[in-house]
């Protein structure tokens, strides 16, 4: 069973600065299979990335996503107010979902 | 556009049973996959269980195995998450999501979500 860990817990930034939120998997997963999610206070979980670095739609060009193997990463290049969340990493095999803890972006 | 909107939720006994609805619209709900995720209050996403879009495949989360069962009525666009023997630990909101494929083996992600009805378990 794959487990995702993701760091920081938490990343307090000003807004117009850059983000990069990191996922690791437990064993080297198919770049196909991982994606990103970002939540907001009493909203849905909403699609941002999948495959690892293909954007979703409607999903702005300041987000992107990179990585292979174990290791993923997204960055949000500059801020916006309406950035601030928290964001879940989640890969899909064997027919199961699993979602890593969460990065949580606040407001410095 | 895509809508999904949970009901069913509500304040239940340790040991009792909700039926949990999806109204799903916008989309050819036959043709998807769909699954239930939960949260519990403060806390992350949890993978719940899984059905398949016309074969009738389903997979479960293992805290849920053998208490939770996962249908669909393509013919009314609604998927259903029938909950029995609930416990404390599954309070939660529970959100239906849209999967990106027919097949549990052909999906990747969970491209739409519902907002989510709450379930709480407690005397």
């Known amino acids: 069973e794959i487990v995702l860990t993701q760091s920081p817990g938490t990343l307090s930034l000003s807004p117009g600065e850059r983000a990069t939120l990191s996922c690791r998997a437990s064993q080297s997963v198919t770049s196909t299979y991982l994606a990103w999610y970002q939540q907001k206070p009493g909203q849905a979980p909403r699609l941002l990335i999948y495959?690892?670095?293909s954007r979703a739609t409607g999903i702005p060009d300041r987000f992107s996503g990179s990585g292979s193997g174990t290791d993923f990463t997204l960055t949000i290049s500059r801020l916006e107010p309406e950035d601030f969340a928290v964001f879940y990493c989640q890969h899909y095999g064997n027919s199961r979902v699993t979602f890593g803890p969460g990065t949580k972006v606040d407001i410095k | 556009e895509v809508q999904l909107l949970e009901s069913g939720g509500g304040l239940v006994q340790p040991g009792g049973s909700l039926r949990l609805s999806c109204a799903a619209s916008g989309f050819t709900f036959s043709t998807y996959a769909m699954s239930w995720v939960r949260q519990a209050p403060g806390k992350g996403l949890e993978w719940v269980s899984s059905?398949?879009?016309?074969?009738?495949?389903?997979n479960y989360a293992d805290p849920v195995k053998a208490r939770f069962s996962i249908s669909r009525d393509n013919s009314q666009n609604t998927l259903f998450l029938q909950l029995n023997s609930l416990r404390a630990e599954d309070t939660a909101v529970y959100h239906c999501?849209?999967?990106?494929?027919?097949?549990?083996?052909?999906?990747?992600?969970?491209?739409?979500w519902g907002q989510g009805t709450l379930v709480t378990v407690s005397s």
């Open positions: 059905i398949s879009g016309n074969d009738g495949n389903t």
């Open positions: 495959g690892a670095s």
């Open positions: 999501a849209k999967l990106s494929g027919t097949a549990l083996t052909t999906s990747r992600v969970l491209s739409h």
